[in-house]
């Protein structure tokens, strides 16, 4: 069974700050990887999608990497500010789903002081 | 580009009390659609998908059910709530292969109590 783990569960930061947020998954058998953001109380909005034969993708001061054999992923967010403050979620979609169902990891809630 | 609408917003129901949550998507045809719910300190979790009208395939057994009349609308129910139903129930709903365009709603908080 596909099980998505996401360190740290928080993290506070200066603004400015480089920062990583992990995201680990026990089965490798994946059709891709999205990040998201969520704000409190709101939905979810796709940040980032690596697909299963990807190493990495970027959008903005947004990088993604994903080591498929090992299970983990990286979120890298570059000069942090205080409107980046939202939880990031990690979420892989099986190989066996066949309609891109995700199974999502518990999140890391991120704050950036200014 | 897809737009969700989820409503209501916000609903608090007594226990044993029915439910209907609706979903519409605007801005594409054929989607596949999602229920999932997020529940306090847990992580989101599928609920149901469907790949077409009348079409529902169920990801864990619960005292709700949905539903799809039509292409671009999605039901979520239950004939009587349960303490254990308060969450946070989010739509989504992905018309493009590979995963990508997977859009979410902004979500309806349900507070059974």
């Known amino acids: 069974k596909q099980e998505v783990t996401q360190i740290p569960a928080a993290l506070s930061v200066p603004e400015g700050e480089n920062l990583v947020l992990n995201c680990s998954f026990t089965d490798s058998a994946i059709y891709n990887l999205q990040w998201f953001r969520q704000d409190p109380g709101k939905g979810l909005t796709s940040l980032l999608l690596i697909q299963s034969s990807q190493r990495e993708q970027t959008s903005g001061r947004l990088n993604a990497s994903l080591d498929k054999s090992s299970g983990r992923s990286t979120l890298y967010i570059a000069a942090s500010q205080p409107g980046d403050s939202a939880t990031y979620l990690c979420?892989?979609?099986?190989?066996?789903?066949?309609?891109?169902?995700?199974?999502f990891g518990t999140g890391t809630r991120l704050k950036v002081l200014a | 580009s897809q737009t969700i609408h989820q409503w209501p917003a916000t609903l608090v129901q007594p226990v044993g009390s029915p439910l209907s949550l609706e979903c519409t998507v605007e801005?594409?045809?054929?989607?596949?659609l999602y229920w999932y719910r997020q529940a306090a300190g847990r992580g989101l979790q599928l609920l149901f998908y469907s790949v077409g009208i009348g079409q529902i395939s169920s990801e864990v057994p619960q005292n709700l059910s949905a539903s799809r009349p039509q292409d671009r609308q999605f039901i979520l129910s239950s004939k009587k709530l349960l303490l254990s139903d308060s969450g946070f129930y989010l739509c989504?709903?992905?018309?493009?292969?590979?995963?990508?365009?997977?859009?979410f709603g902004s979500g309806t908080r349900l507070t059974v109590v």
């Open positions: 979420a892989v979609s099986p190989t066996t789903s066949g309609t891109y169902k995700y199974i």
């Open positions: 989504a709903s992905s018309d493009r292969p590979g995963g990508h365009g997977y859009t």
């Open positions: 801005g594409t045809s054929n989607p596949n």
